[in-house]
């Protein structure tokens, strides 16, 4: 008989342990919390209590979340708060209680089976209480998490956490500084670069942040940060559309200074015929040829930039016009200074045989005729452009 016992015992202390059933939120009541003392929002620095208090939803469910025969469910609770103190972490059954003594940012406890019959089980309620200190925040406004639970085999979002409005007033006032600045400083941006704006889309910024300042003052936080939000997506819609604005006039003032100048160099092919004759002749065409090339590579670079535009990459593109700005106009310049020498060069007696490949198929004078119309329609072209961009702003809003 004793010999059949012990094996009975052995039997008993090998079953396996009976794993958890998988818990959803649907297994809990909402959980009930309170905090102490009870504001809208806090700082950081304040002193507060809190009370946390799980419950299961049915019967059945009270069995549940205190796990299995021989297999408690763990809890997992924890805070934000500074200092902080579980100042009691409590169990209660269907019938007693079991307190627990936890320190430090994180409260772990085993929550057990408990069965008597079918109307006496389970766990009625799980519950801590937690003091503490406010912590520091980086933002306006920050939901600070005073408990958050975690459950053994249980889905993450099952219990929503407790949390509090934390706010940091010296960030409101940082932050409508730096945007009033921002938005300073687009308007010279805007200026700098030529750009047509509506003074009116920044008074809307403006008039946000004197609004946010004014809350602030009277203690109206969450209205504060609703208008200073308002004024951050004001201001970076007006700065989106800035930068396709600024390529786009970059854009077109490079592309009208490499029209005239390849303008003036027809000019100046042409009225090489007139100087074939002249000493620096040679000269004069092998200055051509190298405008010539140069043009040819500002004009490879714009393409580039006209490419990025139509991409969308309006910063790149800017950056890019805003490099080949100057040596559009140095080009411009050049170009035309070679075509006055040219034009106050002696003429020479000689024919019209052009080196360099300079073969024309029409009369001169027809030909010159040809450059002073292009020349005609091309600052007709530019009047128009100019014209386009004054509306451009507009339609963009």
């Known amino acids: 008989m004793r010999k059949i016992l012990l094996i009975l015992a052995f039997i008993l202390l090998i079953q396996p342990v009976i794993a958890l059933e998988h818990l959803t939120a649907d297994n809990f009541d909402q959980p009930e919390t309170s905090v102490n003392p009870e504001k809208n929002y806090y700082f950081p620095g304040d002193n507060i209590q809190a009370t ?6 049915t019967d059945d469910d009270m069995e549940l979340i205190g796990g299995e025969k021989d297999n408690p469910r763990t809890y997992t609770f924890k805070t934000s708060l500074e200092n902080a103190q579980w100042t009691e972490v409590t169990i209660n059954y269907y019938l007693g209680s079991w307190s627990e003594d936890v320190k430090g940012n994180e409260a772990k406890i085993d929550v057990k089976y408990f069965y008597l019959d079918e109307e006496r089980k389970g766990v009625r309620s799980i519950e801590v209480n937690i003091s503490g200190i406010i912590p520091q925040v980086d933002e ?9 639970v975690t459950v053994e085999d249980c889905d993450d979002d099952a219990l929503s956490p407790l949390t509090v409005k934390v706010v940091n007033v010296e960030r409101f ?29 920044f008074d809307e910024v403006y008039s946000l942040l004197d609004s946010a300042e004014k809350l602030v003052d009277k203690g109206s936080y969450v209205e504060a940060d609703d208008k200073i939000t308002q004024a951050e997506n004001k201001l970076e819609d007006i700065s989106s559309k800035a930068d396709k604005l600024k390529a786009e006039t970059a854009r077109d003032y490079v592309d009208s200074v490499l029209d005239e100048a390849y303008l003036n160099l027809s000019v100046t092919e042409v ?42 990459k309006y910063i790149q593109a800017y950056e890019k016009l805003t490099e080949l700005k100057p040596k559009a106009d140095t080009l411009l310049k050049d170009v035309n ?4 020498r040219i034009e106050g060069e002696p003429k020479g007696e000689g024919g019209f045989s052009i080196p360099f490949n300079l073969q024309f198929t029409l009369p001169f004078s027809l030909l010159y005729l040809v450059a002073i119309v292009g020349a005609a329609a091309v600052a007709i072209a530019v009047a128009i452009v100019l014209r ?4 451009k702003w507009d339609e963009l809003r």
């Open 52 to 57: 946390y208090i799980i419950t299961p939803k």
């Open 337 to 340: 200074d070679l075509l006055s």
């Open 271 to 312: 009225s090489l015929n007139k100087v074939a004759e002249s000493e620096n002749y040679t000269l004069f065409v092998e200055s051509y040829a190298e405008l010539k090339s140069t043009y040819d590579e500002l004009k490879k670079e714009f393409d580039d930039a006209i490419q990025m535009i139509e991409e969308g």
């Open 173 to 201: 006032l940082e932050d409508i500084q730096k945007l009033r600045s921002d938005a300073d400083n687009l308007k010279l941006d805007l200026e700098n670069a030529g750009v047509t704006y509506n003074e009116s889309d």
């Open 388 to 391: 386009r961009r004054r509306g």
């Open 140 to 148: 306006r406004i920050k939901n600070v998490i005073i408990v958050n």
